[in-house]
């Protein structure tokens, strides 16, 4: 008997080698070459474990930070405020339309109990 490219026996050696290839992906991820040593630090030549080390003097503490970006100035404050001030106003004049709101709300409401309903059908297999 002569098999073709859709037959039982191939699909029976697609699903064999999925099953190992998936297997051996996952016996690669549990082997791994660290161990828990790893992950606690260990001194260096000089005895530290790379965090703070005594070099007999005090840091100097008085040396001015620089800042990551420009400062704002004070009108560039109050011209911000202001134009938020403004924004917010005339979003507070017109409140958004909610009057289908509660309309929506039935709707959906119907929708998912049908739905629920047509589910619990299927799966019963009416």
């Known amino acids: ?47 530290t474990y790379g965090g703070p080390r005594d070099t007999g003097q005090y840091p100097n503490l008085n040396i001015p930070q620089k800042a990551a970006t420009a400062q704002l100035t004070n009108t560039e404050v109050a011209t911000k405020t202001s134009e938020l001030n403004t924004a917010r106003t005339t979003l507070e004049a017109k409140p958004a339309d909610t009057s289908g709101a509660n309309a929506d709300a039935a709707r959906l409401r119907q929708v998912g109990q049908k739905h629920s309903e047509q589910v619990l059908k299927d799966i019963e297999g009416q």
């Open 1 to 47: 008997m002569k098999s073709g490219a859709g037959s039982e026996a191939d699909r029976r050696v697609g699903r064999i080698a999925a099953v190992a290839l998936s297997s051996l992906l996952l016996l690669g991820g549990c082997a791994s070459d660290f161990a828990m040593e790893d992950a606690v630090p260990h001194p260096s030549a000089d005895g």
